[in-house]
């Protein structure tokens, strides 16, 4: 079965960097569209990274653009949220979801039911 695996959050203070991995399993990386969203207590899930299935191109919601970088490998079926200068405004439960491609490209950044093989989430706060 499809399954997805978040890590890497953690306690960080403004400013600082800190790296999210995806890691996927029981199906073909290549061919899915990658979205990495976010969720905090109160508020709606946010669309934050994506990166589109066969190669295809990435995308930034414009709250991150310039911060954060994704990446995918998929060979090693991992797919990575690189992110620099964060804010206490990041703070966050960070998913990444996986939609059959091809779709759009770029894909687009908004959280919808089509990525429904998330996983369980990492925990990233943001604080001084």
């Known amino acids: 079965q499809l399954q997805l695996v978040e890590s890497g959050g953690g306690l960080v203070q403004p400013g600082k960097s800190l790296r999210l991995s995806c890691a996927a399993a029981?199906?073909?990386?290549?061919?899915?569209?990658i979205l990495w969203f976010r969720q905090a207590p109160g508020k709606e899930s946010e669309g934050v990274s994506c990166i589109t299935a066969r190669g295809g191109n990435a995308n930034y919601a414009d709250s991150v653009k310039g911060r954060f970088t994704i990446s995918r490998d998929d060979a090693k079926k991992t797919v990575n949220l690189h992110m620099n200068s964060l804010k206490p405004e990041d703070t966050a439960v960070y998913y990444c979801?996986?939609?059959?491609?091809?779709?759009?490209?770029?894909?687009?950044?908004?959280?919808?039911?089509?990525?429904?093989?998330w996983g369980q989430g990492t925990q990233v706060t943001v604080s001084a």
């Open positions: 029981g199906f073909d990386l290549y061919t899915y569209t």
């Open positions: 979801g996986a939609l059959m491609g091809p779709g759009p490209n770029p894909c687009r950044v908004t959280f919808s039911g089509a990525y429904n093989y």
